[in-house]
């Protein structure tokens, strides 16, 4: 069996959880626990007698009536690990895990050195347990068995997604001298060494895990990044010889496949190279596994040159695949060559799964481009094509509101709320509309038939209560709504304007200051929003932050900010009387 990452990380699954955590053994030993009554049949029913009388109604699948005999059971025995244990499963099977945690954390309260006790906490509590509490507890079991493999990788994988290299490296260590057999731990050190920039170092724990377990993969893809850094020609060739390695191993391994492929063509092995992309090109149809390996790899990881080549050379092995059209258009719009995406992205067929999506996105190249006209004729096209589309009859509705078309763009969305008269969406995109075309009141109320129909729709309540606030009337109710809004979004820079803005309204200036300077830095100092949190700071008596922030404000100003840029123009010259 071949042995890749796979086999790395599935040895970090704890076997005892694996075992049993969601499924009840049916043929279990009765309980075999020191500190359990021995049956007697002429005392009282013992805790034994309960424990198998919950073995026959889980036998029976009567899981309730089991959960009542283990509780009696665990009632005359409390300090039973063994049914503590049954039972916190029997609660996991009936989806009361709020249970089974309570349960799990009296069990090591009581029993704070049983070691099973803290991997069960551990297991029901990780991904919700505090980082650093985690840590205790498994530094604790650590303590109390120094040889738990699966305890070692668990902290180790925590410090390395902490960035705690010092730790990780500590623990490694540690972890090779205890074992020094193992190859994952290997692997590991050679990863921390890896994020150190210690390449040399980083080698020989690779070639170590490869010693140990000549079939893994994954430390010889760490090797060839290692040889690519230094780029010599025997680096070169060592990743060559690598890629070779791993293919004899895992001859459908795609990621060697295709960095192989790319090795040659950056090398000027371009006949090579050329048979292999097209023999990948080929294998797109029948493994979809492949085109995935090539995003995560190469697009995912923004080597975005390296995507362009890989797909598309890979074209010229089907040249009609529309799915390599799409990330051959992907990769050339992330090196911001539009015509070339543009050109790609019109090769893809009406049934491919992201052809809509498409649609939008070569409308907002041709408009990167500053051909507009070509982009709203490009939407016309496709709407005639797809009259009930929402996204295109909204995406056409923009575009003809930044032409100033709003008798176009008012009648389209009008026309699609028509079919859809419900759709929060095509309703949002009016009363915005609306708005702008003077049309206040209409606007206010279109917000609020969106609210009726989704209570949860956060661009509508903050609109609505933004709106309420900018005007000076509903302070309470705007609050109210944007509060509702900040709850569902709360990392929303506009939202949060919008809370501070309403505090500002209210006289709140302290709470106005706290909210804005949250929003201005999450939304990079835009115009408005420094602007707002100068207003605040000047109510606030910090003068000098005001002038600073108004400053930043224009210096950040867009085409569209014209209107703020005279007023704080104008609060910049006021102060400067002063």
């Known amino acids: ?64 009536k ?40 009296n069990l090591v309260r009581q029993d704070p050195d049983n070691v099973d006790g803290l991997l069960l906490l551990v297991q029901l509590k990780k991904n919700s347990m505090e980082k650093q509490e985690l840590i205790n507890i498994l530094n ?15 902290l180790g994988k925590i410090y390395i997604e902490k960035k705690n290299n010092p730790e990780a490296l500590k623990l490694f260590k540690k972890m090779v001298k205890q074992f020094p057999g193992y190859y994952v731990a290997w692997f590991y050190l050679g990863e921390i060494y890896m994020n150190k920039n210690e390449y040399e170092l980083a080698k020989t724990k690779f070639l170590k895990a490869i010693e140990l377990e000549p079939d893994l993969v994954e430390p010889r893809f760490q090797l060839i990044k290692i040889y690519s850094i230094k780029n010599t020609d025997d680096d070169k060739d060592r990743i060559l010889e690598t890629y070779k390695e ?10 060697a496949r295709i960095g192989l492929a790319l090795h040659y063509y950056k090398t000027g092995l371009k006949k090579e190279a050329q048979s292999l992309f097209i023999e990948l090109g080929q294998d797109v149809e029948s493994d979809s596994r492949l085109v995935m390996a090539a995003f995560d790899e190469y697009i995912s990881n923004k080597k975005y040159k390296d995507a362009v080549i890989i797909f598309s050379q890979m074209l010229k092995g089907d040249p009609d695949n529309s799915t390599l059209h799409f990330f051959c258009g992907m990769a050339y719009e992330a090196v911001k060559d539009f015509k070339k995406a543009i050109f790609h992205y019109l090769k893809i067929r009406p049934d491919h799964s992201q052809f809509k999506k498409i649609i939008l996105s070569v409308a907002s190249l041709y408009k990167q481009l500053g051909k507009e006209q070509t982009a709203i004729n490009y939407l016309e096209d496709k709407y005639r094509a797809y009259p009930k589309d929402i996204d295109i009859i909204v995406y056409l509705a923009s575009f003809y509101e930044k032409d100033k078309h709003y008798e176009k763009a008012t009648s389209l969305l009008k026309k699609g709320l028509g079919d859809s008269p419900d759709n929060t969406s095509l309703l949002f995109r009016l009363g915005a509309l609306q708005d702008k075309t003077g049309f206040k009141e209409k606007s206010l109320e279109t917000m609020k ?56 309204k209210k006289g709140e200036y302290k709470k106005a200051v706290e909210y804005l300077e949250k929003a201005a830095k999450l939304t990079s100092f835009e115009t408005i929003i420094s602007e707002h949190l100068g207003d605040a700071y000047l109510k606030a008596d910090q003068p000098d932050k005001a002038l600073d922030v108004y400053k930043k404000a224009l210096s950040n100003a867009k085409d569209t900010d014209k209107e703020a840029v005279i007023e704080i123009k104008k609060k910049i010259k006021a102060m400067q009387k002063k």
């Open 1 to 64: 069996m071949k042995k890749g990452l796979v086999c790395i990380l599935l040895i970090c699954i704890p076997f005892f959880f694996l075992a049993g955590c969601t499924q009840l053994e049916q043929n279990q030993e009765p309980l075999q626990d020191k500190t359990h009554q021995k049956i007697n049949p002429e005392s009282d029913l013992s805790p034994n007698y309960y424990y198998l009388e919950s073995r026959i109604h889980i036998k029976n699948k009567e899981y309730q």
């Open 66 to 105: 089991a959960l009542v005999s283990l509780e009696k059971a665990l009632a005359k025995d409390p300090g039973s690990f063994i049914l503590t244990r049954d039972l916190i499963r029997l609660y996991l099977r009936l989806n009361n895990r709020k249970k089974a945690v309570e349960l799990a954390g």
């Open 140 to 154: 604790r079991i650590l303590v109390l068995d120094p040889k738990n493999k699966e305890t070692f990788l668990r």
């Open 246 to 255: 791993i293919l004899e191993i895992e001859p459908d391994n795609n990621r």
């Open 449 to 504: 038939r969106i609210i009726e129909i989704d209570p949860k729709d956060a661009s509508a309540l903050n609109y609505l209560g933004y709106s309420w606030a900018d005007l000076g009337i509903k302070l309470d109710k705007a609050l109210l709504l944007i509060k509702r809004a900040y709850k569902i979004r709360p990392d929303d820079g506009y939202i949060i304007d919008s809370l501070g803005w309403v505090y500002y």
